[in-house]
């Protein structure tokens, strides 16, 4: 087989990588729930009944520790918490904490090493991963905003409502990015980082060159320095 065809193989083949977090078969809400938002509990789960009473004096915990990670120590060790249903919780503490390992276990995105994390009472890796990324919003550090409109953008967090402007509006008045959305010429039209096709150069010199007119009509990134740059998407 020529090489360029086994190269065009092995990047098909990374499509069949089996993944390694297993979906769970419980719909999320459950039918019965009666609160009013999602209720979180993450403890160390006890295998012997000998160290029943350990659990019951606060030896609950969550350990992890990355795949293949070359550190001594775990990212995660001896975590136990609970948050109830509406209650709202800020995760604190240094650089290398576990505070992003911890977002990431709660988006299941990582299953812990040990321990387990309760939603509503049941264990998180029962219910299916859709349903509970479907009742969930998450905003990282390191957020891309794709070169779509801000409308789209929005709308991305839940597909089926990317053309409801009523959801999309209620969205942006929620994430606190209305104001400053309503300020841009286009509003919710607005691309804020759209997508390069253009790059100029190689003048002579000169800014006066017909294709610099050219260029500078064409679409720019949006600067939103000074204002709030998160998008809170439909969930």
């Known amino acids: 087989m020529p090489r360029n065809l086994e190269l065009v193989k092995s990047i098909y083949n990374t499509l069949k990588v089996d993944n390694q977090i297993c979906d769970g078969n419980r719909p999320y809400p459950q039918e019965d729930c009666k609160t009013d938002g999602m209720s979180i509990d993450v403890r160390y789960v006890l295998r012997f009944q000998m160290l029943m009473w350990v659990h019951l004096q606060g030896g609950r915990n969550l350990s992890f ?5 070359k550190s ?16 709202l919780v800020v995760i604190v503490g240094p650089n290398g904490s576990g505070k992003s390992t911890i977002v990431k276990i709660l988006n299941r995105l990582y299953d812990p090493t040990s321990g387990e994390v309760l939603v509503d009472g049941q264990p998180m890796n029962s219910y299916r991963i859709a349903d509970l990324r479907q009742a969930t919003a998450d905003l ?7 070169p779509l409109s801000i409308r789209e953008n ?50 002579g010199g ?30």
């Open 65 to 69: 520790s990355y795949p293949g990670s």
């Open 72 to 87: 001594t120590k775990d990212a995660l060790t001896g975590v136990s918490f609970s948050i109830k249903a509406g209650q």
């Open 140 to 146: 990282t550090q390191d957020h891309t905003l794709y």
């Open 154 to 203: 929005i709308g991305l967090g839940h597909p089926p409502c990317v053309s409801d402007m009523e959801s999309i509006t209620q969205s942006a008045k929620l994430g606190g990015s209305y104001d400053f959305i309503s300020k841009f010429e286009q509003g919710f039209a607005t691309t804020l980082h759209p997508f390069r096709t253009a790059r100029l150069g190689n003048l």
């Open 206 to 235: 000169t800014y006066t060159h017909p294709l610099k007119e050219i260029f500078d009509k064409l679409e720019k990134q949006v600067d939103v320095s000074g204002r709030p740059t998160s998008l809170h998407s439909i969930s």
